[in-house]
């Protein structure tokens, strides 16, 4: 069987799909990129226009929803098409509606009447281990009206049936539907630079599904790791450079290629490189072509604009098939290179992982350039699902017979971890839920509390938690029984000898400890690895030895407990900035440890284990751990939300169980500040102001400083614009004091960085002026206004002084020209 307009048949998983949609299920889709999910979707919806019904598809971002809304026009006609996100209201009686998740989510709390909705398609759903966004799939999965069947698209998922199990037991009748195969099959390769012949070699990662024995060969020898740099022997391997990788790919056919670069200045200066280099893939007339699709993109930007934006140096790499794609890039520059890339014109791009969630590209094959990304305050190793979602872009279904996924050697990275990735299949969807103000609130004006609990205790993070408790308390049995055993062996012992330390042993224990430095590799008792993050010393020559074990957790040894002194076994580099309260700085940490080639020493673990007495000491520590975690898990969620309701209590949101008029502010406030938006609606802080001065001050609740050097200092238009920063401040802080109390993590703080870009641009200033003054891209300044003027139009919207909402209103309207509204503008075809 196939579809009208389909080049290929239907395959298993969406002929599966179809029977439990027309059985009235609501179903669950995990499947590869490209393998067709959309098709499942478009079942869905064309099933509820047959029956004269609704149909809401949701994604979780704004480029998705566009062209899934261009996508869905096409094929059933603009007219019962309608799109509604932050930025569009488009047709939004129409039959079917595409809409960012949120604008669901906001629907069912203002009380929409859904009666004549049928279906709803959350796309992405793997997205609710978002730790920002992710709550806001599960508001939507539990509170979505009973008679409301849902379609939930997933990337491939190794609990699929947990997920299933838990929707079941909030939505009735739920089919999961797995499909592992990808539609084009996927191959490996990892590319080697040799130094003695100036060649490259190209190697299968895996061979039938195991790692290539040959890979561990071009490992860095831990050899050349120590000693005098000037007198280490050279490693023979080297990363090649990306013209040879491209040369390579091309040779063998394996172009277009997308190239994974996770730095927006490495993906540009790549691009550059090519171009420098004489790199050209593209004849005349598909260089006319190019041009005349980046001219038809870039209309709507000013002459002005233009020059600022340097379109015409990325518009002449762009006619030699080469192109970088990131967040830096206005919107119109990036659409200018998804439509030549997918109408072929274009060989070669070179993007951030953005492109890896956006908008459907698949190529021949995909580089990954490294396997770190930064993350905000250091580096963090890609996770299995992370590659996988990259490499998924590999492989175009009705073009290729299959897809490459390369990977080019570093010397700091070891084989293993490459195929690990390659080999990995398990990726455990885990959830980011938990309550939060504006949730609250808006639960409680529709529930009583003790309703409100039970509805959060059907939440997915609270199944996991419920599963994993039972989970424990199996573990904390088997533990008890061994605690009971080894105390009865302990019994039969005799008396401990005493054992004391002398002076001399104490003074070799703090030399010892006095020469450890962040990074060093020590053993503790049992023989295990444990990285050293600090030493600190107190008075009286008292010190603290801070650690982190594989497992990432942390461990601090007093100088005083030590009963040998600590030997370093080698040497981790520690990453930077130092952040060691941070789980993922820790997990990165404990991920360096395990790669360091150091053993654990069995020795000491055998003299251990021949230890009843320390058996049982260990024993006794992970049946309190085991213990700690079956308390902190059972009934998280309804903790997190008493915590949350005794900060608005606190704050005067909540009076007993009930929603205060400012409470009712709060309702209306969808904002990651939501709580400190709302008070400072409240407490005037946006009263008074001029469009431009608002502006500036909104700014510090919406920016945030991201990039690795220091941030700016702050700047404002007015003194009355700086004293209503000072104000905010102290607000924030008072809040934060709260939060403390009740054992909520701390909101932000506000962030002033961009307060005086906001009123310039508010002012009527030109682009050119503004981004020449500041050190931010034309895309980070695009999407910094654009979430800004989401924040104003909600100011707008519930500010209770007529003329503050007017201001804000207006400010909104001043900040929306040139650049900022064009990357928003959507048509139907």
């Known amino acids: ?57 949701t994604a979780p971002i704004k480029a998705l929803s566009n062209q899934k809304f261009r996508d869905l026009s096409e094929r059933i006609g603009a007219s019962r098409v309608g799109l509604l996100t932050g930025d569009n209201a488009i047709n939004p009686d129409a039959d079917i509606v595409v809409m960012t998740t949120e604008v669901l989510r906001n629907m069912l709390y203002e009380g929409r009447d859904l009666d004549d909705l049928d279906v709803v398609v959350l796309d992405e759903v793997h997205y609710l281990e978002d730790s920002f966004r992710g709550p806001v799939w599960e508001e939507v999965i539990l509170q979505l009206p009973e008679h409301v069947a849902l379609v939930c698209l997933s990337a491939t998922v190794s609990n699929t049936d ?50 290539n024995p040959e890979g561990s060969r071009f490992d860095p020898d831990p050899r050349r790791g120590g000693g005098d740099r000037r007198n280490r022997p050279k490693s023979p391997w080297t990363t090649p450079s990306r013209l040879e990788v491209i040369d390579l790919l091309e040779d063998r056919d394996l172009l277009p290629v997308i190239w994974f670069v996770f730095s927006r200045k490495g993906c540009d200066e790549a691009a550059v490189m090519l171009e420098r280099a004489g790199v050209r893939f593209t004849d005349g007339e598909e260089a006319a072509r190019i041009r005349a699709i980046a001219e038809d993109k870039l209309s709507g930007l000013p002459a002005a604009d233009l020059a600022v934006l340097d379109t015409a140096a990325f518009v002449r790499r762009l006619e030699r098939g080469i192109a970088s794609h990131h967040a830096g890039l206005v919107p119109a520059v990036k659409e200018a290179v998804e439509v030549c890339f997918a109408e072929g014109l274009v060989r070669v791009v070179f993007a951030t992982e953005t492109l890896a969630l956006g908008v459907n590209l698949p190529a021949r094959s995909v580089v990954i350039d490294k396997l770190t990304k930064f993350a905000g305050d250091g580096h963090e190793a890609l996770t299995p699902s992370q590659f996988t979602q990259l490499t998924g872009r590999a492989g175009r279904r009705g073009i290729d017979t299959h897809g490459v996924a390369v990977v080019p050697w570093s010397p700091f990275s070891q ?131 801070r650690l982190v074990g594989e497992s990432a957790r942390e461990q601090r040894w007093d100088l005083g407990e030590l009963e040998r002194a600590p030997i370093t076994v080698g040497n981790i580099e520690l990453p930077f900035p130092m952040a060691p309260e941070r789980a993922d700085y820790r997990a990165d940490v404990a991920t360096r440890l395990k790669r360091s080639g150091v053993k654990t020493s069995r020795r000491a673990r055998r003299r251990r284990g021949d230890d009843p007495r320390s058996d049982l000491e260990r024993a006794r520590r992970e049946v309190d751990a085991l213990e700690r975690r079956a308390r902190r898990d059972s009934g998280s969620i309804a903790r997190r939300f008493d915590a949350v309701c005794g900060v608005l209590r606190d704050r005067g949101h909540l009076a007993d169980w009930h929603v205060t008029d400012s409470g009712q502010l709060l309702r209306q406030v969808y904002h990651e500040l939501d709580l400190l938006v709302a008070e400072c609606i409240q407490s005037g802080i946006f009263d008074d102001l001029s469009a431009s001065e608002l502006a500036s001050v909104a700014s510090c609740l919406t920016y945030e400083h991201r990039s690795a050097g220091p941030p700016p200092e702050p700047r404002f238009p007015s003194k009355a614009a700086a004293s209503r920063h000072r104000e905010m401040n102290r607000l924030a802080h008072d809040i934060t004091r709260v939060e403390r109390h009740h054992g909520v993590p701390e909101s932000r703080l506000p962030d002033p960085g961009f307060a005086a870009i906001a009123h310039s641009w508010a002012a009527g200033e030109d682009l050119g002026v503004i981004l020449g003054a500041e050190d931010l891209t034309a895309g980070d300044f695009v999407r910094n206004v654009k979430q800004l003027i989401d924040l104003l139009r909600q100011i707008g919207m519930c500010a209770p002084t007529p003329s503050t909402a007017s201001a804000a209103r207006s400010a909104a309207d001043s900040i929306h020209r040139g650049v900022v509204a064009l990357s928003g503008s959507v048509t139907a075809p």
């Open 1 to 57: 069987m196939s579809g009208a307009g389909r080049s290929f048949e239907y395959d298993r998983f969406q002929l599966e799909a179809f029977e439990h949609i027309d059985a009235g299920r609501s179903v669950i889709v995990a499947a590869p990129t490209g393998s067709g999910k959309t098709t499942v979707a478009e079942h869905a919806i064309d099933r509820a226009l047959g029956r004269r019904r609704r149909a809401f598809y």
């Open 162 to 211: 947990e997920v299933g199990g838990w929707m079941e037991s909030v939505r009735g009748e739920t089919a999961v539907v797995v499909e592992t195969t990808r539609p084009v099959a996927l191959s490996n390769m990892y590319i080697v630079g040799d130094r003695r012949g100036h060649r490259l070699h190209a190697i299968d990662t895996l061979i039938d599904g195991r790692p």
């Open 415 to 545: 084989f293993d971890q490459v195929s690990s990735l390659a080999g990995s299949s398990a990726f455990r969807l885990r959830s980011a839920f938990r309550p939060t103000y504006n949730m609250s609130v808006n639960l409680l004006e529709r529930h009583d509390a003790e309703d409100a609990r039970a509805l959060l205790a059907r939440s997915f993070a609270q199944y996991q938690a419920d599963a994993n408790v039972s989970r424990l308390e199996n573990r904390l049995a088997r533990e008890r029984r061994r605690v009971a055993e080894l105390e009865e062996a302990v019994a039969q012992l005799p008396p401990e000898p005493e054992f004391a330390i002398t002076e001399d042993d104490a003074e070799a224990i703090a030399d010892a400890v006095s020469r450890l430095r962040p990074g060093d590799i020590i053993l503790d008792d049992d023989g295990d690895r444990l990285a050293v993050l600090g030493v600190s010393w107190r008075k009286g020559g008292r010190a603290r030895i």
